[in-house]
Nanobody
Framework: QVQPVESGGGSVQDGGSLRLSCVIS????????MSWYRQAPGKEREFVSR???????SYGDSVKGRFTTSRHKAENIVYLQANRLTPEDTAIYYC????????????????WGSGTQVTVSS
């Protein structure tokens, strides 16, 4: 079963940085199309970033220039580097895959992680 697992959340001061990670175990030699979303209490879920199976990236307007997403293929890890954090970035951050490329075959399927908390203090 595809099960994204996030880690790396925590509490930082205004202006600080965090690196979040998302791992999907058991799918060696696959490259996942992986997005990050976030949701704060009382707010709608917000798109943060995407890195597709060919390493093309895109970002939500609120994080452009501050956040970057990347992958370490050999370690089967997707990262979200979050810099110059502000209290407005406080939220639960989720990773979600929409498909995977394995041995030249693409398989579609949406799977969500359980999230990791990011808290930014003023």
């Amino acid at each position: 079963q595809v099960q994204p697992v996030e880690s790396g959340g925590g509490s930082v001061q205004d202006g600080g940085s965090l690196r979040l990670s998302c791992v999907i175990s058991g799918y060696a030699y696959c490259t996942f199309d992986m997005s990050w979303y976030r949701q704060a209490p009382g707010k709608e879920r917000e798109f943060v970033s995407r890195i597709n199976a060919y390493d093309t990236t895109s970002y939500g307007d609120s994080v452009k220039g501050r956040f970057t997403t990347s992958r370490h293929k050999a370690e089967n890890i997707v990262y979200l580097q979050a810099n110059r954090l502000t209290p407005e970035d406080t939220a639960i951050y989720y990773c979600k895959t929409s498909g995977r490329l394995c041995g030249g075959v693409y398989t579609a399927g949406d799977y969500w992680g359980s999230g990791t908390q990011v808290t930014v203090s003023s």
